[in-house]
């Protein structure tokens, strides 16, 4: 159409965005992403991958969208009753969830959020929530901002309300959403399950995306074939966003491809120590980085402009600023894989122990996560249900799809990692003490 655009993208080749899309993807809200990156100091290791979030959010954006094009294209029972027009309207509120679902990263993305303010400085209207769905007391996090930035495009005229709403309560379940998505109640569970789920378009991208981009080939999975097989199924409260028996091996692609970049690429043994650096440039006054005022602190803040405060405090010979510009990676003295080493625990309290009266600066990073949140019981367990269609006799049979995967039924343990390091100043002082421990 021509109102349409064209965007070039590594990933997915051609993102096509509408006018009314296109104020959005110009706001400034949006524009700041490509300022935060996507993978904060992995590019310590990495150097190709310096991508950005507003990338990745064009990206999930085209994949949400594509891929309820190809539901609706299925003719599924649970969309007979909704109306061309239902279907468009809801088209464009999940690829709009989709663009907008990053829009709260503050800088060096996750790394920051333990500096996000209270929840009560990015509160919106009470009308917005549910009954009994406001929240009060804590801490905000990227989410939060996120809502609080839709709420703004609202404010200033570049989304309309219910439109804004609806986007929001994809989103989250605390948002009320209008009465014209309300009345779609069957078909909200699948936007939500494009944008934030087991199979979602934020996952989807992200692992082809920072593979692409680090260099390495551990997120690469057989997208095509898993949105071939992506079926609109009956489920025990209404429809689900499922598989064909035939894309299990497909959905195990992905997920050993998340398995392997969170081994190989986001826990890495090296940007865990420069994000405490951080934290210790931060803590003790080296720079600022404050989001008390929540969006306006927010809006103004890039990874280049803590990078510029960062150069500032290394020029006074300030050391934690120092290490991170200077690029001097900590000197890693212990890692365990917590839950299969658990022998080394002990070997690991000594080693702190010995470390610390031998002189060193001793810290400990933990990074953890999930291979999959699929469980065999489903919510029963606190894990989620994917269902799985097979046919028999052209019958169709609709079950857990972890009883036709070997690897969901055998392999659901975390990623439970922990990285004990000193400075590399230290690191011929800790040396030796790991050598008078290994001979004790």
Same mark, same amino acid.
Request: aromatic share 8%; charged share 25%.
């Given at each position: 159409?021509?109102?349409?655009?064209?965007? =070039?993208?590594?990933?997915?080749?051609?993102?096509?965005?509408?006018?009314?899309?296109? +104020?959005?993807?110009?706001? %400034?809200?949006?524009?700041?992403? +490509?300022?935060?990156?996507?993978?904060?100091?992995?590019?310590?290791?990495? %150097?190709?991958?310096?991508?950005?979030?507003?990338?990745?959010?064009?990206?999930?954006?085209?994949?949400?969208?594509?891929?309820?094009?190809?539901?609706?294209?299925?003719?599924?029972?649970?969309?007979?009753?909704?109306?061309?027009?239902?279907?468009?309207?809801?088209?464009?509120?999940?690829?709009?969830?989709?663009?907008?679902?990053?829009?709260?990263?503050?800088?060096?993305?996750?790394?920051?959020?333990?500096? /996000?303010?209270?929840?009560?400085?990015?509160?919106?209207?009470?009308?917005?929530?549910?009954?009994?769905?406001?929240?009060?007391?804590?801490?905000?996090?990227?989410? @939060?901002?996120?809502?609080?930035?839709?709420?703004?495009?609202?404010?200033?005229?570049?989304?309309?309300?219910?439109?804004?709403?609806?986007?929001?309560?994809?989103?989250? +379940?605390?948002?009320? *959403?209008?009465?014209?998505?309300?009345? /779609?109640?069957?078909?909200?569970?699948?936007?939500?399950?494009?944008?934030?789920?087991?199979?979602?378009?934020?996952?989807?991208?992200?692992?082809?995306? @920072?593979?692409?981009?680090?260099?390495?080939?551990?997120?690469?999975?057989?997208?095509?074939?898993?949105?071939?097989?992506?079926?609109?199924?009956?489920?025990?409260?209404?429809?689900?966003?499922?598989?064909?028996?035939?894309?299990?091996?497909?959905?195990?692609?992905?997920?050993?491809?998340?398995?392997?970049?969170?081994? $190989?690429?986001?826990?890495?043994?090296?940007?865990?120590?420069?994000?405490?650096?951080?934290?210790?440039?931060?803590?003790?006054?080296?720079?600022?980085?404050?989001?008390? =005022?929540?969006?306006?602190?927010?809006?103004? /803040?890039?990874?280049?402009?803590?990078?510029?405060?960062?150069?500032?405090?290394?020029?006074?010979?300030?050391?934690?600023?120092?290490?991170?510009?200077? =690029?001097?990676?900590?000197?890693?003295?212990?890692?365990?894989?917590?839950?299969?080493?658990?022998?080394?625990?002990?070997?690991?309290?000594?080693? &702190?122990?010995?470390?610390?009266?031998?002189?060193?600066?001793?810290?400990? +990073?933990?990074?953890? $996560?999930?291979?999959?949140?699929?469980?065999?019981?489903?919510?029963?367990?606190?894990?989620?249900?994917?269902?799985?269609?097979?046919?028999?006799?052209?019958?169709?049979?609709?079950?857990?799809?972890?009883?036709?995967?070997?690897?969901?039924?055998?392999?659901? *343990? %975390?990623?439970?990692? =922990?990285?004990?390091?000193?400075?590399? $100043?230290?690191?011929? &002082?800790?040396?030796?003490? /790991?050598?008078?421990?290994?001979?004790?």
């Amino acid at each position: 159409m021509a109102d349409d655009y064209e965007i =070039r993208d590594p990933i997915h080749r051609t993102i096509i965005i509408t006018e009314a899309e296109r +104020r959005v993807v110009d706001h %400034p809200t949006l524009q700041r992403l +490509r300022h935060i990156r996507q993978l904060g100091f992995v590019s310590m290791v990495y %150097p190709g991958a310096v991508h950005d979030r507003f990338q990745h959010s064009l990206g999930v954006m085209h994949l949400a969208g594509e891929r309820f094009n190809h539901l609706c294209a299925a003719k599924p029972a649970a969309f007979a009753s909704f109306s061309a027009a239902d279907l468009s309207y809801a088209y464009h509120v999940v690829r709009y969830a989709g663009l907008l679902h990053d829009s709260g990263h503050p800088p060096f993305s996750h790394t920051s959020e333990v500096y /996000m303010p209270s929840i009560a400085t990015v509160l919106l209207p009470d009308d917005w929530y549910r009954h009994q769905l406001r929240p009060t007391a804590r801490q905000a996090t990227h989410e @939060d901002f996120s809502l609080a930035l839709i709420h703004n495009l609202l404010r200033d005229g570049t989304l309309e309300e219910a439109l804004a709403r609806d986007i929001a309560a994809v989103l989250s +379940r605390n948002i009320r *959403r209008s009465a014209r998505l309300e009345g /779609m109640g069957s078909l909200v569970g699948i936007l939500r399950a494009l944008v934030s789920g087991e199979l979602d378009a934020d996952r989807c991208d992200y692992l082809l995306r @920072d593979s692409h981009f680090s260099g390495v080939t551990y997120g690469i999975y057989d997208l095509p074939r898993l949105i071939a097989t992506e079926k609109v199924l009956a489920g025990p409260q209404g429809p689900e966003l499922g598989l064909d028996a035939h894309g299990v091996h497909a959905l195990e692609g992905l997920l050993l491809a998340r398995y392997h970049m969170f081994l $190989q690429v986001y826990f890495h043994k090296t940007p865990p120590a420069f994000e405490y650096y951080l934290e210790r440039a931060i803590a003790e006054g080296e720079i600022e980085l404050s989001l008390a =005022r929540g969006l306006t602190d927010l809006v103004e /803040m890039r990874d280049d402009t803590i990078y510029a405060r960062l150069h500032e405090a290394r020029a006074k010979g300030l050391p934690w600023s120092r290490r991170i510009v200077e =690029r001097e990676p900590a000197k890693l003295v212990l890692r365990q894989r917590l839950g299969i080493e658990e022998q080394e625990n002990f070997l690991a309290q000594e080693l &702190v122990e010995g470390l610390k009266k031998a002189g060193c600066h001793v810290f400990v +990073r933990h990074s953890r $996560q999930r291979f999959t949140n699929l469980s065999a019981a489903g919510t029963l367990d606190g894990g989620e249900r994917l269902l799985c269609e097979r046919r028999v006799l052209g019958r169709p049979i609709i079950d857990s799809v972890t009883v036709h995967s070997e690897l969901l039924a055998s392999f659901n *343990r %975390p990623i439970d990692l =922990r990285h004990t390091y000193v400075l590399r $100043q230290d690191a011929e &002082v800790a040396r030796q003490v /790991m050598e008078r421990l290994q001979a004790w």
